[in-house]
């Protein structure tokens, strides 16, 4: 939690919350779990204690939050449609534990097949990679950061590259930089606040690979999402354009440039739009091992491709 502020309550007095909080979720379709991720980073318990209830028997349990606080956050959850995650400020992300607000997208697990990709692009024989030129090695770019997660999960598997990550939001950026810090990827991450390339015109040609999770969902369509992403997710993020392609287009014409020779090409995209991404690919003419792959449902969601 953001909120410093310490309260102590019996084991007794937080399972009758949490019994009250999850009678009203059952009743607003809100997702059970919920009650429980909300306790477990306000209140330390662990999932076992909270599935088994043996908290009752606890004397005293410090939490974070007044248990008033708590029940207005909870509140906003079911009122509100509020993303637990920006309740508490935190999520969830591979290994990390990131700050989130409104100013960036909740990374979701999906976003996490990139990373993934990246390292398996790296690793593969078939890219049209230069013998001895390591893409380990040099920069790379997530394009579009947000919270930061893409270019912290490239610091991660990639210790030796440098990641250059980008955003319009300063907003957004202010988190990211958060993240990096914390988390101790300081001196590995370099934020830029621009569009896309244009901060980082003096790298052309440079780059051993380019991330981004960029807005896809068409225009008409974004007021149709659920409504914790439609009513708190920052639009900006998510609106792609009339056809959604907006930014894809973007980043498929700008970005040979700044790619090296069989550097990686790698993006999130919507539900059907696989077939359109990968034409788009091939009417450029600078890309070359043009793949789709699937997310954790088996849609096809991340389009990878090399610089010839």
């Given at each position: 939690m953001n909120n410093p502020q310490q309260s102590v309550v019996s084991g007794w007095e937080l399972w009758q919350w949490r019994d009250r909080a999850l009678?009203?979720?059952?009743?607003?379709?809100?997702?059970?779990?919920?009650?429980?991720?909300?306790?477990?980073?306000?209140?330390?318990?662990?999932?076992?204690?909270?599935?088994?209830?043996?908290?009752?028997?606890?004397?005293?349990?410090?939490?974070?939050?007044?248990?008033?606080?708590?029940?207005?956050?909870?509140?906003?959850?079911?009122?509100?449609?509020?993303?637990?995650?920006?309740?508490?400020?935190?999520?969830?992300w591979r290994h990390f534990s990131l700050a989130v607000s409104p100013a960036v997208l909740i990374p979701r697990p999906e976003t996490e097949c990139p990373i993934d990709l990246a390292v398996a692009a790296y690793n593969s024989s078939t890219g049209g990679i230069i013998p001895g030129n390591s893409l380990d090695e040099g920069h790379w770019a997530d394009l579009g950061t947000g919270s930061g997660a893409i270019a912290l999960g490239l610091a991660d598997v990639f210790p030796s590259a440098t990641i250059h990550?980008?955003?319009?939001?300063?907003?957004?950026?202010?988190?990211?930089?958060?993240?990096?810090?914390?988390?101790?990827?300081?001196?590995?991450?370099?934020?830029?606040?621009?569009?896309?390339?244009?901060?980082?015109?003096?790298?052309?040609?440079?780059?051993?690979g380019m991330v981004a999770n960029p807005p896809y969902i068409p225009s008409s369509l974004v007021p149709q999402l659920q409504p914790e992403v439609a009513w708190h997710e920052p639009h900006l993020a998510l609106d792609g354009g009339v056809d959604g392609l907006d930014c894809i287009r973007h980043l498929i014409e700008a970005s040979?440039?700044?790619?090296?020779?069989?550097?990686?090409?790698l993006i999130e995209m919507m539900a059907g739009q696989a077939p359109v991404v990968a034409e788009l690919l091939h009417q450029q003419g600078s890309y070359c091992q043009i793949q789709i792959f699937p997310d954790l449902a088996g849609i096809d969601r991340f389009a990878l491709a090399y610089r010839k």
């Open positions: 009678q009203a979720a059952a009743k607003a379709g809100v997702p059970l779990g919920e009650v429980d991720w909300l306790l477990l980073e306000v209140a330390g318990l662990d999932k076992l204690a909270l599935r088994l209830a043996s908290f009752r028997d606890m004397p005293q349990i410090q939490i974070t939050v007044p248990l008033s606080k708590l029940t207005t956050l909870w509140q906003q959850r079911i009122a509100d449609r509020t993303p637990v995650q920006y309740l508490v400020g935190v999520t969830h990550a980008v955003d319009c939001s300063a907003a957004a950026l202010a988190i990211a930089q958060q993240n990096s810090s914390r988390l101790g990827f300081k001196d590995r991450i370099r934020f830029y606040e621009g569009s896309w390339w244009q901060p980082l015109s003096a790298l052309i040609g440079q780059f051993s040979p440039a700044y790619l090296r020779p069989g550097g990686i090409w």
